[in-house]
């Protein structure tokens, strides 16, 4: 069944991006680009989640880091 829809989701794609592109294809090509290009952009767009989750846990480590340096600075024993 999945297969289906994914053959299903590939044409549709494929016919929207082939008249966007002004490119004449028959079916077989049209469903072949759409597919192609459906898990192209799917890994596309799970790279970029990695990769942005992963910078955003970095980003919020740092931030973290500095919110605790400067409540150490504000807050902290005097000693200096």
Known sequence: MA???LIIIGAAAGFIATRLMGIEADLVSTV???VLGAL???LVIRFILM???WLGGFV???LGAMA???L???YGPKGR
């Open 32 to 34: 072949a680009i759409g």
């Open 72 to 74: 150490w600075r504000s």
């Open 3 to 5: 297969i289906i829809g």
């Open 51 to 53: 990769v942005s989750g």
């Open 60 to 62: 919020g480590a740092v």
């Open 40 to 42: 192209a952009g799917g």
């Open 68 to 70: 605790l340096i400067w």
